[in-house]
């Protein structure tokens, strides 16, 4: 995909899918990256580190992903490519922390009640901009019929 500067961000079309592989592939690179560091003894963090980059990461798939929805025109096969995605993402995610960190989403503090919010705020921000990308189309549609265009 070439980056085109005078091109909008709300008109790009990218699929879930691929928003969602290059976020885990971030995911991974970020927490090999930590892996590293702790190995040298750079820094030495929490143990539930790992989970903190998913989540963190998890969120930006969640804001991103809702923003370039407004390029799509099929929102139905959108939300759904979206949700998999999504899905997708939280459980590699989560296994590849699982296996950095050793802990299950049960032992590493709260996260397991951060991903239900995350989740349930990702479906209210999915829904947001559906009906916010709705009322702007319809809002156009009466201006021009308005106009006389």
Known sequence: MKLDPNKSIFEYKVRPIYQALTVLAIIALVCGIAQL?????????????????????????????CLLSFAEDNQTKYWTESIISY???STLGAGLAYLMSGLTIGEAASFK?????????YVILLTIMRSMRKIVKFAQREDSRLRGE
């Open 37 to 65: 560091a702790i190995m040298a003894g750079w820094f030495s963090p929490k143990i539930y580190f790992p989970y903190v980059v998913t989540f963190s990461f998890l969120l930006f798939y969640a804001l991103g992903n």
């Open 87 to 89: 899905v997708g993402l």
């Open 113 to 121: 009640w951060i991903f239900f919010v995350f989740t349930f705020g």
